[in-house]
């Protein structure tokens, strides 16, 4: 009898622990005690680690600032940290335990767009809001409406080197060489081929290669043989700087234009001298006088004590957005919180205004920057908009002030 009554009470004990577990959890919605858990996922020692360590730099300069600035509705904002060592099957599987075993209430990454869309199925059916970043390609926020970003997408990237290509340096004629396993050198792969055919350049050439792959000059060979005024290549830093440096030494000095995933510190290390006469589309400029830019160079530069890229940037707007749209929603029950993230509208961010559209784009201008390997940094050269907003901005000529070069930047970047 004794032992039954033993029983009995150890089996009532688990029942109320779970019990208590499961009232007092922190599923989505669930808004207790006085932190917000905040899931951050990304590259941090795989092919890309710095896209992912300058995206969880960033995310963590705007939370400082925010929860000295006494946090969110009376809550500090607590980041758990995921390394998906830039592998897609990675990232489902640190999401997962993310918002399985860590509960979090919302999610920042990726910055690759191949990983965020292996992880955002899992966000959309857990209904946790996930916030890329930096992930360009469409179909990431077409996995459902808890999925959204705050960089511009691919077709207006695409097409805004297609257009710098053309209008500015009068190519007629383009190769493309791409990551063929890349979603996002596949969708600026397609929207640069529009774009550039729709303004009567023609594409001469499209080769691809892999992220694996030790020798680009097989590819670069063909590409050379037919000429082209230009090279696209839209991929990302560990192999572009490769690709350039054997590019120039086949005696290929044309322009090499590219898009955002060539943004990091490492470029330069790789790729050196080659990459002059080179350009990229990007979100910012940090050379932009505005403050509120200025003030955050200042910031990132005194905690990581380096110059932060456009993926820093983009972090620390999405953080902030974030943040704003939990005290908007008035805490963090996930379909309220989803809602008020989808409404952001006009939220001034260093890389520019930030309304998300109905399918939860940003929409906003993006910067050609030309690469200057000696200085080891991007400088302006024009500003192109969206369709029906203001038109492009060009540098000035190369004897006025630069000054007045990093002010043309700003004129359109921050609309």
Not at 50 to 56: E, L
Not at 302 to 314: E, T
Not at 334 to 339: E, F, G, Y
């Given at each position: 009898?004794?032992?039954?009554?033993?029983?009995?009470?150890?089996?009532?004990?688990?029942?109320?622990?779970?019990?208590?577990?499961?009232?007092?959890?922190?599923?989505?919605?669930?808004?207790?005690g006085?932190?917000?858990?905040?899931?951050?996922?990304?590259?941090?020692?795989?092919?890309?680690?710095?896209?992912?360590?300058?995206?969880?730099?960033?995310?963590?300069?705007?939370?400082?600032?925010?929860n000295?600035?006494?946090?969110?509705?009376?809550?500090?904002?607590?980041?758990?940290?995921?390394?998906?060592?830039?592998?897609?099957?990675?990232?489902?599987?640190?999401?997962?335990?993310?918002?399985?075993?860590?509960?979090?209430?919302?999610?920042?990454?990726?910055?690759?767009s191949?990983?965020?869309?292996?992880?955002?199925?899992?966000?959309?059916?857990?209904?946790?809001?996930?916030?890329?970043?930096?992930?360009?390609?469409?179909?990431?926020?077409?996995?459902?409406?808890?999925?959204?970003?705050?960089?511009?997408?691919?077709?207006?990237?695409?097409?805004?080197?297609?257009?710098?290509?053309?209008?500015?340096?009068?190519?007629?004629t383009?190769?493309?060489?791409?990551?063929?396993?890349?979603?996002y050198s596949?969708?600026?792969t397609?929207?640069?081929?529009?774009e550039?055919?729709?303004?009567?350049?023609?594409?001469?050439?499209?080769?691809?290669?892999?992220?694996?792959?030790?020798?680009?000059?097989?590819?670069?060979?063909?590409?050379?043989?037919?000429?082209?005024?230009?090279?696209?290549?839209?991929?990302?830093?560990?192999?572009v700087?490769?690709?350039?440096?054997?590019?120039r030494?086949?005696?290929?000095?044309?322009?090499?234009?590219g898009?955002?995933?060539?943004?990091?510190?490492?470029?330069?290390?790789?790729?050196?001298?080659?990459?002059?006469?080179?350009?990229?589309?990007?979100?910012?400029?940090?050379?932009?006088p505005?403050?509120?830019?200025?003030?955050?160079?200042?910031?990132?530069?005194?905690?990581?004590?380096?110059?932060?890229?456009?993926?820093?940037?983009?972090?620390?707007?999405?953080?902030?957005?974030?943040?704003?749209?939990?005290?908007?929603?008035?805490?963090?029950e996930?379909?309220?919180?989803?809602?008020a993230?989808?409404a952001?509208?006009?939220?001034?961010?260093v890389?520019?205004?930030?309304?998300?559209?109905?399918?939860r784009?940003?929409?906003?201008?993006?910067?050609?920057?030309e690469?200057?390997?000696?200085?080891?940094?991007?400088?302006?050269?024009?500003?192109?908009?969206?369709?029906?907003?203001?038109?492009?901005?060009?540098?000035?000529?190369?004897?006025?002030?630069?000054?007045?070069?990093?002010?043309?930047?700003?004129?359109?970047?921050?609309?």
């Open positions: 009898m004794t032992r039954f009554i033993l029983t009995l009470s150890l089996v009532v004990s688990i029942f109320s622990s779970f019990a208590c577990v499961q009232k007092g959890g922190t599923g989505p919605g669930a808004n207790t006085d932190t917000i858990k905040v899931g951050v996922y990304g590259d941090l020692t795989g092919a890309t680690s710095s896209f992912g360590q300058s995206t969880k730099n960033g995310v963590e300069l705007a939370v400082d600032e925010i000295a600035a006494g946090g969110v509705n009376g809550k500090k904002i607590v980041i758990v940290s995921e390394d998906d060592q830039g592998r897609p099957e990675q990232a489902k599987t640190v999401v997962s335990k993310l918002i399985s075993q860590d509960k979090v209430e919302a999610l920042l990454g990726e910055v690759a191949t990983n965020s869309l292996a992880a955002a199925p899992v966000a959309q059916e857990a209904k946790i809001p996930m916030i890329t970043p930096s992930s360009t390609n469409p179909k990431v926020t077409e996995v459902g409406d808890y999925i959204s970003r705050v960089c511009f997408i691919d077709p207006f990237q695409g097409a805004v080197m297609a257009k710098f290509a053309g209008n500015t340096l009068k190519a007629k383009a190769a493309i060489f791409g990551d063929v396993n890349s979603d596949k969708g600026l397609q929207f640069f081929k529009e550039f055919t729709k303004l009567g350049g023609k594409i001469v050439a499209e080769e691809a290669y892999t992220q694996n792959d030790p020798d680009f000059k097989g590819q670069l060979t063909k590409i050379r043989d037919l000429k082209p005024d230009v090279i696209y290549i839209p991929g990302y830093y560990s192999q700087g490769i690709i350039a440096k054997q590019a030494e086949l005696g290929m000095n044309m322009p090499l234009l898009g955002d995933g060539w943004d990091s510190p490492e470029l330069w290390k790789l790729g050196g001298d080659a990459l002059k006469n080179a350009y990229i589309s990007n979100h910012y400029s940090a050379d932009n505005a403050p509120e830019i200025q003030n955050f160079v200042k910031a990132y530069k005194a905690k990581f004590n380096v110059v932060p890229d456009s993926l820093a940037a983009l972090a620390y707007d999405a953080t902030k957005v974030l943040a704003d749209a939990i005290k908007r929603a008035g805490g963090t996930s379909a309220k919180l989803k809602d993230i989808n952001t509208k006009d939220f001034a961010g890389t520019g205004k930030i309304t998300l559209d109905g399918k784009n940003a929409v906003k201008p993006a910067v050609v920057l690469l200057v390997p000696a200085e080891s940094k991007f400088t302006f050269k024009e500003t192109i908009a969206p369709e029906g907003s203001a038109p492009a901005t060009a540098a000035p000529a190369a004897n006025a002030p630069a000054a007045a070069n990093t002010t043309a930047a700003n004129s359109n970047t921050n609309k």
